[in-house]
């Protein structure tokens, strides 16, 4: 793509000039975790060599230095959402974590028997499995947003189901995983709010590919994973509304979240902390923030109209094989392509892929319900990132016509 300049890109990424099997690593595993640049490795590696300490308590320059970076760290997320307000940024474990805390500390305390939680039948099962705890707790019910055999979400089915009332959540992903769907996110959050509901948005699939600006969406909480956006693993943000914030009990009780403790009765610290028990992934804090720094010095449009030409290059191919059935052709995708190929169990692909250094990943994408209205058992999908280039995506079909002699 003009103006992108892949090659200087794929250098900030050193992992990307491994070998695997004897052959040069083609890695279209992007949707699963994305690789990290030099300077996320190196900003975590320069912490522990220089200002490993605890956060918030030490007396002494390492702890302020930690503090320092690791605050410094919330204010860029912060930032990069458009949030508000820095404290409306939580640290967690990724968006796995974002979302049990909502549903267990929001859930808990807001939900009763009758109350409904809306998802789409294309989500994550991070996105159906605390709701379904928390409304096995409270008596409220999950229930699916259909979705069609494009992959496509059914608006005016989200309206059927919110004009029959009580629905008390709508929990979509920005992007479908499993499928590369972008889901109109902005209607279906008015339509939330216009029946009483509130939106929460698992932007895991989305933050890598285009700014998020959560005051524009209006989105109720927001949430995401570091390791998705060139950055850690085991580290992640929820975005929240202040006053839902403020109204949330804690979910974990510890160090860090408290104000004071007494066995008279103990009183929680305010946001952010209130919702931090524990040391936090300082390391997290600061390789995330530097994937941000690193994005940031990219330009993020010409690296998404490059992810677009790679996307559409792959489909082309794809339409040109035969054998070959795409899964999920909604009108707006990301750079995701699920597919199955006649004859061959995806597993079996990936092994063989992989025997060519292809990486791909396998299966049901942790999306089983989707995957069950497909009556397929999974997919072989290939997703590309920015650092990605049209010789790998010729590498994967190449890879894909050897495969298929095999069989
Ligand atoms: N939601 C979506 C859409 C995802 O793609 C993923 C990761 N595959 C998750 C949630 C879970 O993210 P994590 O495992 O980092 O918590």
Same mark, same amino acid.
């Given at each position: 793509?003009?103006?992108?300049?892949?090659?200087?890109?794929?250098?900030?990424?050193?992992?990307?000039?491994?070998?695997?099997?004897?052959?040069?690593?083609?890695?279209?595993?992007?949707?699963?975790?994305?690789?990290?640049?030099?300077?996320?490795?190196?900003?975590?590696?320069?912490?522990?060599?220089?200002?490993?300490?605890?956060?918030?308590?030490?007396?002494?320059?390492?702890?302020?230095?930690?503090?320092?970076?690791?605050?410094?760290?919330?204010?860029?997320v912060a930032e990069f959402l458009n949030a508000p307000?820095?404290?409306?940024?939580?640290?967690?474990?990724?968006?796995?974590?974002?979302?049990?805390?909502?549903?267990?500390?929001?859930?808990?305390?807001?939900?009763?028997?009758?109350?409904?939680?809306?998802?789409?039948?294309?989500?994550?099962?991070?996105?159906?499995?605390?709701?379904?705890?928390?409304?096995?707790?409270?008596?409220?019910?999950?229930?699916?947003?259909?979705?069609?055999?494009?992959?496509?979400?059914?608006?005016?089915?989200?309206?059927?189901?919110?004009?029959?009332?009580?629905?008390?959540?709508?929990?979509?992903?920005?992007?479908?995983? +499993?499928?590369?769907?972008? &889901?109109?996110? @902005?209607?279906?959050? #008015?339509? =939330? !709010?216009?029946?009483?509901? $509130? %939106?929460?948005?698992?932007?895991?699939?989305?933050?890598?590919?285009?700014p998020i600006d959560v005051q524009a969406l209006?989105?109720?909480?927001y949430?995401?994973?570091?390791?998705?956006?060139?950055?850690?693993?085991?580290?992640?943000?929820?975005y929240?509304?202040?006053?839902?914030?403020?109204?949330?009990?804690?979910?974990?009780?510890?160090?860090?979240?408290?104000?004071?403790?007494?066995?008279?009765?103990?009183?929680?610290?305010?946001?952010?902390?209130?919702?931090?028990?524990?040391?936090?992934?300082?390391?997290?804090?600061?390789?995330?923030?530097? +994937?941000?720094?690193?994005? &940031?010095?990219? @330009?993020?449009?010409? #690296?998404? =109209? !490059?992810?677009?030409?790679? $996307? %559409?290059?792959?489909?082309?191919?794809?339409?040109?094989?035969?054998?070959?059935?795409?899964?999920?052709?909604?009108?707006?995708?990301?750079?995701?392509?699920?597919?199955?190929?006649?004859?061959?169990?995806?597993?079996?692909?990936?092994?063989?892929?992989?025997?060519?250094?292809?990486?791909?990943?396998?299966?049901?994408?942790?999306?089983?319900?989707?995957?069950?209205?497909?009556?397929?058992?999974?997919?072989?999908?290939?997703?590309?990132?920015?650092?990605?280039?049209?010789?790998?995506?010729?590498?994967?079909?190449?890879?894909?016509?050897?495969?298929?002699?095999?069989?």
């Amino acid at each position: 793509t003009a103006g992108f300049d892949v090659e200087a890109v794929r250098r900030d990424f050193p992992i990307l000039q491994e070998q695997v099997n004897g052959h040069p690593l083609v890695y279209l595993d992007n949707a699963a975790t994305t690789q990290k640049p030099r300077a996320v490795i190196d900003a975590i590696s320069h912490y522990y060599l220089h200002d490993n300490s605890n956060v918030h308590r030490g007396a002494h320059a390492l702890a302020e230095r930690a503090t320092a970076k690791f605050e410094a760290a919330r204010s860029t997320v912060a930032e990069f959402l458009n949030a508000p307000h820095r404290e409306q940024i939580l640290w967690t474990r990724g968006t796995t974590e974002s979302i049990n805390l909502v549903a267990f500390s929001w859930g808990r305390n807001n939900l009763k028997a009758g109350d409904r939680i809306l998802v789409s039948a294309m989500e994550h099962h991070s996105n159906i499995v605390p709701w379904q705890m928390v409304a096995e707790a409270t008596g409220a019910t999950v229930e699916p947003i259909p979705v069609d055999e494009t992959g496509t979400l059914e608006l005016a089915a989200l309206e059927t189901l919110l004009e029959q009332g009580q629905v008390r959540m709508v929990a979509v992903g920005h992007v479908s995983n +499993a499928l590369g769907t972008v &889901n109109p996110i @902005d209607d279906i959050i #008015a339509l =939330a !709010h216009k029946h009483g509901a $509130l %939106a929460l948005i698992d932007g895991a699939q989305a933050v890598s590919h285009w700014p998020i600006d959560v005051q524009a969406l209006d989105c109720d909480f927001y949430v995401f994973s570091a390791h998705k956006l060139f950055g850690p693993t085991g580290f992640g943000v929820l975005y929240g509304k202040r006053d839902l914030l403020e109204a949330m009990p804690p979910y974990q009780g510890g160090g860090e979240m408290i104000q004071s403790v007494s066995f008279a009765g103990t009183t929680y610290n305010q946001l952010p902390y209130k919702f931090e028990a524990g040391t936090p992934d300082i390391a997290g804090a600061i390789g995330l923030a530097a +994937a941000i720094d690193y994005l &940031n010095g990219l @330009d993020r449009e010409a #690296a998404a =109209a !490059h992810e677009r030409a790679l $996307l %559409a290059y792959a489909e082309e191919k794809a339409f040109a094989t035969p054998g070959i059935t795409l899964v999920g052709t909604a009108a707006h995708k990301v750079s995701v392509l699920s597919f199955l190929v006649e004859g061959t169990h995806p597993n079996d692909l990936g092994f063989l892929l992989d025997q060519q250094g292809v990486a791909v990943r396998t299966g049901h994408h942790c999306a089983q319900p989707i995957m069950e209205q497909y009556h397929i058992p999974g997919t072989v999908r290939a997703s590309f990132a920015f650092y990605n280039t049209s010789d790998e995506v010729d590498r994967l079909f190449e890879a894909l016509e050897k495969a298929r002699q095999f069989f």
